[in-house]
């Protein structure tokens, strides 16, 4: 039981959810945001030909986060959606978030079955990282595509993060 309870705790330091500054791996605005764990939207159509199937194992190209960029990960899960960059000003007053990597359509209120447009705004469902649940977010980037929700070893603390959501199919390449 004490190894369990301890396993638990571990875990909930780690950085469990969908994320990121950018592409640069300028990461200065999410390094001190704690990620939220939580389950992908139920409303999630699940893709019926992704690139990378559930259970293969892959690399993460792109790092929205310090750790992730090169990490060995294993597909968790697939959707196909339209997947967003979004900046917004966070409810719990923290700085603003610029190009915030990925907000799904299911995570955006009242989100249009054909997706929102460049420069639209909507307001978030996603609770990521503090502050983004309620949120108004800007419409950055907007693509039709395939998402991955990966595990993966953080290649700065060895740690395993757990259901990361989101990557889409170009940041993920075979071992």
Do not use: R
Request: glycine content about 8%.
């Amino acid at each position: 039981m004490m190894k369990k309870l301890m396993a638990i705790i571990a875990s909930t330091g780690i950085l469990m959810a969908g994320c990121g500054a950018n592409d640069t791996s300028n990461h200065d605005e999410h390094d001190n945001m704690e990620h939220n764990h939580e389950a992908a939207p139920k409303n999630m159509q699940q893709s019926e030909q992704p690139k990378y199937k559930i259970g293969e194992k892959v690399i993460l190209t792109k790092g929205h986060i310090p750790g992730m960029k090169d990490a060995q990960g294993k597909v968790k899960a697939v959707y196909n959606t339209y997947v967003y960059g979004v900046s917004y000003q966070p409810k719990n007053g923290d700085k603003k978030v610029s190009h915030h990597k990925w907000v799904v359509n299911e995570e955006l209120k009242d989100a249009p079955k054909s997706g929102f447009k460049k420069g639209d705004k909507a307001i978030m469902t996603a609770n990521h990282m503090d502050g983004m649940k309620g949120a108004e977010a800007t419409i950055d980037a907007v693509k039709h595509t395939d998402v991955y929700v990966v595990d993966y070893k953080d290649t700065k603390t060895n740690q395993t993060v757990k259901d990361h959501k989101w990557m889409t199919e170009n940041e993920l390449t075979t071992k």
